[in-house]
């Protein structure tokens, strides 16, 4: 598959985006290759049929020519790079593509996890054994992660590096090559302040099987030095894809994406040919997309996987997308700028997907905005953690384009409606708020009056319960306020004569709208009888 791909990356006619596709597909492919060498490599091991050949090398040069491919790279991110080697070069007994193997990934570990300061690779004997160490500047190991360092599979989470992506295989196969060379692995670390990982071989050749032993080894020395980074033999002819311009390569696509991501904001602000690039941002109701084009915050720390989202989504509809780099980025641009949905993955470093939704879900500015979370752990339980977390909807990968399309266009639609929905409601809510406030009004100008008037005036519900009295109802009636209070029904005592026609007549006026006018004997508390106008209005 390799051989094809670097055919047809140097075709000169071959168009700008086809070849950027073609670019995509050998990188992951290389990294592919390196996952199922590093996986076979482990299948040898644990059957037994790893076929080791153990020769004499000048270890402190071998070792130099390895170190010397990863200066480029380390100097130009401003770290110091510093290789102490012995005086004294011995040959030493190993087995050249497990030592290639162990270095490589031990600096390309250092590299990764250390952003500033230094690192220094220094080889040294001891009476009978032969030590490397690689120690650096970097973010340091959590104590409570250091006995699982040398697990398969084991990822120390939420550390800080260049980048987020990786297996947990390369530090646990440094460690299984260390015991077929009779030796072993060690690291201290502080957290925040660096580690130092330590390989200790023996010297000499008896500790070593005998059938794996090659004593003529000075004779191929000029052939293997031209074929110590060929191939890696998956598939034997398979491409000339060199083992440690893999881990250069790999390197250098974490500078490059450290560099893009510091210059990030407009820069990675990828439009369609049909939205504005104006950058004006609408107006939002409680954090829900309006009209106009739809702004999607991207946030994934695989370079290639932004490059290909971006391109998905920019060529399907006219969508704005911003791309970043990790979850603290996200969430930076976010709350400055709530987009109208944000599709992550999970795995990031600095702030993850499910701590980014937190954050997001926190903020009444950004609460309501739809989030798709990507992850390429499979199975309903990872996505039942995803919804459950606060996700909208959760995509496993690898996922299908138009799937992928669909989905967003979904959520923002659903939004939208959303969004329209709670205008209405904040139109309808602000309209009655504006009615009841009249209405207040209205009632504080009626007491006023009332209070004025020299007639008893009172206000009832259907059933005749008092709702309000004046002051002048009060001393007619002879009634004071705790007695209204109390016994809302206190107007309704009328001597027994008058009392039905009053109430028939009375609850007329309610129903129908009838006005009504009459005297009736009212009867105060005292017992004594008052002759009173009763008018409906």
């Known amino acids: 598959m390799l051989s094809p791909l670097e055919d047809m990356l140097t075709m000169k006619n071959l168009q700008n985006d086809v070849k950027g596709h073609v670019d995509l597909i050998y990188r992951n492919a290389q990294r592919l290759l390196k996952l199922v060498n590093s996986l076979l490599d482990f299948a040898r091991i644990e059957a037994g049929r790893m076929q080791a050949s153990f020769r004499p090398t000048d270890l402190a040069s071998f070792t130099a020519d390895l170190a010397s491919m990863f200066r480029a790279a380390l100097e130009k991110v401003g770290l110091v790079f510093t290789v102490i080697l012995p005086d004294e070069h011995k040959d030493v007994y190993i087995d050249r593509d497990m030592w290639e193997k162990i270095v490589l990934n031990l600096l390309s570990n250092a590299f990764k996890f250390t952003l500033k300061g230094s690192i220094t690779l220094?080889?040294?004997w001891h009476t009978h054994t032969a030590i490397l160490s690689i120690k650096d500047t970097g973010i340091g190991i959590p104590e409570n992660e250091m006995e699982h360092l040398f697990e398969r599979f084991h990822r120390v989470e939420g550390t800080a590096g260049r980048s987020y992506e990786g297996t947990g295989i390369g530090l646990a196969l440094t460690h299984e090559l260390a015991r077929l060379h009779g030796g072993s692995v060690t690291v201290q670390s502080v957290h925040r302040e660096g580690s130092e990982f330590t390989v200790t071989i023996p010297l000499?050749?008896?500790h070593l099987s005998q059938e794996s032993i090659r004593h003529d080894a000075h004779d191929d020395d000029e052939e293997d030095d031209k074929d110590m980074h060929q191939?890696?033999?998956?598939?034997?002819?398979?491409?000339?894809?060199?083992r440690s311009n893999m881990y250069i390569e790999e390197a250098m696509r974490w500078i490059d994406d450290v560099e893009s991501s510091s210059s990030s904001s407009d820069s990675d602000t990828i439009?369609?040919?049909?939205?504005?690039s104006s950058g004006h941002h609408h107006h939002r109701v409680l954090g829900l997309p309006t009209a106009g084009p739809s702004t999607i915050l991207l946030a994934d720390d695989n370079p290639d996987m932004r490059?290909?989202?971006?391109?998905?989504?920019?060529?399907?509809?006219?969508?704005?997308?911003?791309?970043v780099s990790d979850g603290l980025e996200a969430l930076k641009y976010a709350t400055k700028t709530p987009p109208d949905l944000v599709l992550s993955d999970v795995m990031m470093p600095n702030l993850d997907g499910f701590q980014l939704?937190?954050?997001?879900?926190s903020n009444e500015s950004t609460k309501s905005v739809p989030i798709i979370l990507l992850s390429a752990k499979a199975g309903?339980?990872?996505?039942?953690?995803?919804?459950?977390?606060g996700a909208d909807d959760y995509l496993v990968k690898p996922f299908n384009a138009k799937e992928l399309v669909a989905r967003v266009e979904t959520h923002l639609d659903i939004a939208k409606q959303r969004n329209e929905l709670a205008r209405q409601v904040a139109l309808r809510t602000s309209e009655l708020d504006r009615a009841l406030e009249s209405l207040r009004r209205s009632e504080r100008e009626f007491r006023q009056i009332a209070s004025l008037l020299p007639v008893g005036i009172v206000r009832t519900d259907a059933r005749g319960r008092l709702m309000y009295t004046n002051d002048e109802w009060c001393r007619i009636m002879g009634a004071t306020d705790n007695e209204v209070t109390n016994d809302p029904f206190l107007w309704q005592k009328f001597v027994p004569q008058d009392e039905s026609t009053l109430t028939s007549n009375w609850y007329k006026a309610i129903g129908e709208g009838v006005p009504y006018k009459a005297e009736?004997?009212?009867?105060?508390?005292?017992?004594?009888?008052?002759?009173?106008?009763?008018?409906?209005?």
């Open 231 to 242: 191939t890696l033999n998956l598939v034997p002819g398979a491409g000339q894809t060199s």
């Open 380 to 389: 309903d339980e990872a996505k039942v953690e995803g919804l459950e977390a």
């Open 271 to 276: 439009r369609s040919s049909g939205s504005s």
């Open 122 to 124: 220094t080889l040294q």
């Open 520 to 537: 009736h004997r009212y009867v105060n508390r005292d017992g004594t009888v008052k002759h009173v106008l009763v008018q409906s209005i």
């Open 307 to 323: 490059q290909y989202l971006g391109t998905i989504l920019r060529k399907n509809r006219d969508w704005t997308v911003h791309v």
């Open 204 to 206: 000499g050749y008896n």
């Open 357 to 361: 939704i937190r954050e997001l879900r």
